[in-house]
């Protein structure tokens, strides 16, 4: 996928927006984390987000998010479960649970 190529796209789209009008470029890094030599800093891209259970072989339902430190202010952080109960403690060991693994009552 030609990330730097989008960024640079998506650079010029946003010369002279004020950051509030800015379009933010979010990469779903998944297939490429850790199968090619690069970071995120390093695409152009202002959010990177992968799963690292695929070529990283870490557990199910874990990942990273990389953000831009410019853009950081612009981001809302928000914390979803599909577990009865919600919140963190659910879930705590071991992050997310896998939409695959999880059965349909719990996302009730």
Known sequence: MPVRAVAESVSRANEGRRPADRCLLVVDGVHGLAAIDEDAAGLGADVVIAGTHKRLFGPRGTGLI?????????????????????????????????FEHASPCQWR
């Open 66 to 98: 990389w953000v831009a430190p410019d853009v950081l202010d612009q981001l809302r952080p928000t914390f979803v479960t599909f577990i009865n109960g919600g919140g963190a403690a659910p879930l705590s060991p071991g992050g997310f649970l896998a």
